[in-house]
């Protein structure tokens, strides 16, 4: 048996789950990803600190080149 994971715009989401109920052979299964508080609490303590400080972040392009010619 093959899976298949899909992302769906939210306004096609309904219609789209209603089709694929419609066929008798397959088996829908909806799952809400939950992230656990611990997480949550990482990720806000970190946006707070580039908030703080906004020198200590770098620019995606610049990040970019510098991960490519470290492991080149």
């Known amino acids: ?4 994971i899909l992302t769906i715009p939210d306004n096609k989401y309904q219609f789209f789950m209603e089709l694929l109920k ?12 939950e992230v656990p508080e611990e ?12 908030d703080a400080d906004p020198s200590r972040l770098v620019d995606w392009d610049k990040a970019k080149h510098q991960l490519k010619y470290k492991n080149a």
């Open 22 to 33: 419609s066929f008798e052979y397959l088996t829908v299964e909806e799952r809400a990803l």
């Open 1 to 4: 048996m093959k899976q298949v």
């Open 39 to 50: 997480q949550k609490a990482i990720v806000r303590e970190r946006m707070k600190a580039s």
